[in-house]
T-cell receptor, first 114, second 120 residues
Framework: EAGVAQSPRYKIIEKRQSVAFWCNPI?????LYWYQQILGQGPKLLIQ????????DSQLPKDRFSAERLKGVDSTLKIQPAKLEDSAVYLC????????????FGPGTRLTVT | AQTVTQSQPEMSVQEAETVTLSCTYD???????LFWYKQPPSRQMILVIR??????QNATENRFSVNFQKAAKSFSLKISDSQLGDAAMYFC?????????????????FGQGTILTVHP
């Protein structure tokens, strides 16, 4: 089965610009996660979707970050406007459901904000 | 809130030798999952091994095994017969169990990671 797809793999933008990342989970996976991984740290959950509904967005900086999962399949994460501290790898993961222990990760998007 | 701590930023091992990576965590819950993930330079996070807290038996997956000490809240990973392909960043992670209460139990809480170098 195809894995979790993410694009782009790399993005460089200037601060105050906007950027969007795309994720296509494994077919049939109802739960989708976006994690932020700052260099030298472990990933931190930004938002979790169950189908097209948000389950947890408690750590999402809502003044600049937004995410959607239309039709409960692929998802986009947007940052507007970007700050220097947003430089990180953004990982998307999916699982069959919330109760399924195994999450499958995509290759991530490395964002550099200059 | 749950926290996960990995106190070894870097570890190294000779090929074919054994290495142990340490992890401690803090939680007030009695049932949960613990995981070790491997992240090579390609950034793809790969599940290495998992442990259910209600199981006393330590999990084993081929050359990978864990030492789970629930009372001490310790969860170490032992890699036997280390191979060059084991070189990566290793993350310890915690996850609540379904039914533990609240609406969100899917998220993983990660430690800071340990970089493992394998010398030929």
């Amino acid at each position: 089965e195809a894995g979790v797809a993410q694009s782009p793999r790399y993005k460089i933008i200037e601060k105050r610009q906007s950027v969007a990342f795309w994720c296509n989970p494994i077919s049939g996976h109802a739960t989708l996660y976006w994690y932020q991984q700052i260099l030298g740290q472990g990933p931190k959950l930004l938002i979790q979707f169950q189908n097209n509904g948000v389950v947890d967005d408690s750590q999402l900086p809502k003044d600049r970050f937004s995410a959607e999962r239309l039709k409960g399949v692929d998802s986009t994460l947007k940052i507007q406007p970007a700050k220097l501290e947003d430089s990180a790898v953004y990982l998307c993961a999916s699982s069959r459901g919330q109760g399924d222990y195994e999450q499958y990760f995509g290759p991530g998007t490395r964002l550099t904000v200059t | 809130a749950q926290t996960v701590t990995q106190s070894q930023p870097e570890m190294s091992v000779q090929e074919a030798e054994t290495v142990t990576l340490s992890c401690t965590y803090d939680t007030s819950e009695s049932d949960y999952y613990l995981f070790w993930y491997k992240q090579p330079p390609s950034r793809q996070m790969i599940l290495v091994i998992r442990q259910e807290a209600y199981k006393q038996q330590n999990a084993t997956e081929n050359r990978f095994s864990v030492n789970f000490q629930k009372a001490a809240k310790s969860f170490s990973l032992k890699i036997s017969d280390s191979q060059l392909g084991d070189a990566a960043m290793y993350f310890c992670a915690y996850r609540r169990l379904p039914g533990a209460g609240g609406t969100s139990y899917g998220k993983l809480t990660f430690g800071q990671g340990t970089i493992l170098t394998v010398h030929p």
